[in-house]
């Protein structure tokens, strides 16, 4: 709980945090004792000795019994009021070890004074807490990359471990996906023109349209002010498949005029005067379909707005 509080007050002065507070809060006070096995040990003490103790001391032990007539009472036997009412009582606790001496409960044990959680939560069946917060002006991913050096300046106790997850979760197996189809796809794309070219070097004059692809829709997203999200991913998986389509019906015609007896420079210019036509019919019959998506108002429109600005 410690470190999940010393955390949640470093997230919250992170810009675009919002509502940040702790699943688990701080329930009733508590002494916690932790002990030393090998103190313990060495004063003739052990565990099961000192648990007893504690645990009749604190709790009683009604193991005995007072019978009146027909009517049983259960004795409990523990320490009086007096003798547990705060935590020097505790730290003065003392026990019989097995070298006869009386040894205080501070000479072998920590104890100190904490919070018990108000619930316990478990991730893979380990004891978590959970931070949340909402956002507000900036994308998750600009946020979680700035908690994340956040959380490497921190010095974690031994046990402690840190993971994303709700929102930020999602979209990295999400990233992860769609860059797998992105790869996939080019791959995909790469040899079917080799299998329809009959050749492994043509096809590479047509991939080399994509990056100028990508570089043209992240300039687009940085001038519409637009974040790299799962849909605009998913446009640039589309626009690959319209530039390719594009860079094929050029590069096609121009291996056609060449074989006419056209000069590399002629051909060229001739299959790209030519194909312009059909390009642009494409291209704006593609644009005019996403038109709708890209001037939409109604919820989470916002959302779906980088697709068709690929």
Do not use: C
């Not at 009386?102 to 018990?116: H, I, N, P, T």
């Not at 010095?155 to 471990?161: D, K, R």
């Not at 079917?192 to 043209?216: C, Q, R």
Request: hydrophobic content about 45%.
């Amino acid at each position: 709980m410690f470190t999940a509080n010393k955390l949640m007050q470093k997230v919250k002065k992170v810009e675009g945090t919002q509502e940040v507070k702790l699943t688990v809060e701080a329930g009733s006070p508590e002494v916690v004792v932790t002990t030393d096995r090998q103190k313990m040990a060495e004063l003739g003490l052990d565990l099961q000795t000192v648990g007893a103790t504690m645990q009749y001391a604190f709790n009683g032990n009604n193991d005995a019994s007072f019978r009146q007539g027909e009517y049983e009472y259960d004795i409990n036997i523990l320490f009086d009021e007096f003798n547990r009412k705060s935590i020097e009582d505790v730290r003065a606790l003392t026990f019989l070890s097995k070298y006869g001496k009386l040894v205080r409960l501070d000479q072998f044990a920590e104890v100190r004074e904490s919070f018990g959680p108000s619930k316990l939560e478990r991730f893979n069946r380990i004891t978590s807490v959970n931070i949340n917060s909402q956002l507000l002006g900036r994308p998750s991913g600009s946020v979680a990359a700035e908690i994340k050096g956040i959380i490497d300046g921190m010095t974690l106790p031994a046990g402690v471990s840190v993971i994303f997850g709700g929102n930020q979760q999602r979209q990295e197996e999400s990233f992860g996906q769609l860059g797998f189809a992105f790869i996939t796809s080019i791959i995909l794309v790469y040899l079917i023109m080799v299998a329809l070219y009959d050749n492994f070097v043509y096809p590479f004059v047509v991939l080399f349209s994509i990056p100028l692809a990508i570089i043209g829709a992240l300039v687009a997203l940085a001038l519409s002010a637009q974040t790299l999200s799962l849909f605009t991913l998913l446009g640039i998986i589309m626009l690959i498949g319209l530039v390719a389509k594009n860079a094929i019906l050029v590069v096609d015609f121009t291996n056609h005029l060449k074989e006419k007896g056209m000069t590399t420079e002629e051909a060229l210019l001739e299959a790209t005067k030519e194909r312009l036509r059909p390009i642009l019919m494409t291209t704006i019959a593609m644009v005019a379909g996403m038109m709708p998506v890209a001037l939409a108002t109604g919820p989470g429109a916002d959302w779906k707005m980088a697709l068709p600005g690929q």
